[in-house]
């Protein structure tokens, strides 16, 4: 049974440059929510996604975008990279219907480093 | 006031020792909390949930909720250097749609030492 993968491991941009970060959710989950993670703190919703729609979105500016594709599989899109878009991204499957045992498995993270 | 406080440490134990992390919230309507463990460099991994009053055991870790109090802890019996992560607490309560967002505190290092 795979679990949640995430691609590329690590991400060297420049400001002002654009990115694409990839999701695998976990066998028999339909639901994708994105973090950031900055060092030293927890990680923050960036979105979420279900049924190839935005579900729910966090405080963050529109240059970071999503998609789901019908295999449950999602993309995070950030533009316009400025310095503190460095981080640590991860990605979170889960079920919709989890109720109250909602829990959210996380991918490894792709590290996204901004010069 | 910070939804979700813990003490970033870090809380440093000796091996065989219990280690106690704590961590209280504000919104009175989460229902669900969540310990998850977390190496350096590495993504999170849930260790833990709980959603009734009370005490959660699961081998060497306790869960422990208050909701009067606004507080969870998690307790780590016989702590061992392979312990040493941050620990991250969460709750999740429910919205309109059921989507169930957890919201993370910053996390607590741990450090088991020998």
């Known amino acids: 049974d795979a679990g949640v993968t995430q691609s590329p491991t690590h991400l060297i941009k420049t400001r002002g440059q654009q990115v694409t970060l990839r999701c695998s959710p976990k066998s028999g989950h339909d639901t994708v929510s994105w973090y950031q993670q900055a060092l030293g703190q927890g990680p923050q919703f960036i979105f979420q996604y279900y049924e190839e729609e935005e579900r729910q979105r966090g405080n963050f500016p529109d240059r970071f975008s999503g998609h789901q594709f019908p295999n449950y599989s999602s993309e995070l899109n950030v533009n316009a990279l400025l310095l503190g878009d460095s981080a640590l991204y991860l990605c979170?499957?889960?079920?919709?219907?989890?109720?109250?045992?909602?829990?959210?498995?996380f991918g490894p993270g792709t590290r996204l480093t901004v010069l | 006031q910070k939804e979700v406080e813990q003490n970033s440490g870090p809380l440093s134990v000796p091996e065989g020792a219990i280690a106690s992390l704590n961590c209280t919230y504000s919104d009175r309507g989460s229902q669900s909390f969540f310990w998850y463990r977390q190496y350096s460099g590495k993504s999170p991994e849930l260790i833990m949930f709980i959603y009734s009053n009370g005490d959660k055991e699961d081998g060497r870790f306790t869960a422990q909720l208050n909701k009067a109090s606004q507080y969870v802890s998690l307790l780590i019996r016989d702590s061992q250097p392979s312990d040493s992560a941050t620990y991250l607490c969460?709750?999740?309560?429910?919205?309109?749609?059921?989507?169930?967002?957890?919201?993370f505190g910053r996390g607590t290092s741990l450090i088991v030492h020998p």
């Open positions: 979170a499957s889960s079920l919709l219907r989890g109720g109250l045992r909602h829990e959210q498995f």
């Open positions: 969460a709750f999740v309560r429910g919205d309109s749609g059921g989507s169930y967002i957890p919201t």
